[in-house]
């Protein structure tokens, strides 16, 4: 199995900038890709942006998210970032992270959230 723990939300005005974290424990070898969710109340959650731990880090964003937000990876400290910039109001949402793990099948671990507010 595999714990995830997030951090690094707040509130920040429109323009700002948070960097959230996420660290992973447990069997970490066998995390596959990594993945930052969020979801705004009301609305279903929805992909932020994704790493693969493999086949060179591939990276996937959200057309929205695209130029503002960037994941990485430190693989030492089992920790997944987002560095977010430019933020908006309607980029308030619990984020949550997500790890793809195999243990024989791949298998969704979740952390347990991060609130992010935007306002003036």
């Known amino acids: 199995q595999v714990q995830l723990v997030e951090s690094g939300g707040g509130s920040v005005q429109p323009g700002g900038s948070l960097r959230l974290s996420c660290v992973a424990s447990?069997?970490?070898?066998?995390?596959?890709?990594m993945a930052w969710y969020r979801q705004a109340p009301g609305k279903e959650r929805e992909l932020v942006a994704r790493i693969s731990l493999e086949h060179g880090s591939r990276i996937t964003y959200a057309d929205s998210m695209k130029g503002r937000f960037t994941i990485s990876r430190d693989n030492a400290k089992n920790t997944l970032y987002l560095q977010m910039n430019s933020l908006k109001p309607e980029d308030t949402a619990l984020y949550y992270c997500?790890?793809?793990?195999?243990?024989?099948?791949?298998?969704?671990?979740w952390g347990q959230g991060t609130q992010v507010t935007v306002s003036p």
């Open positions: 447990g069997s970490t070898s066998s995390i596959y890709y």
């Open positions: 997500k790890a793809g793990v195999v243990l024989g099948l791949l298998t969704d671990y």
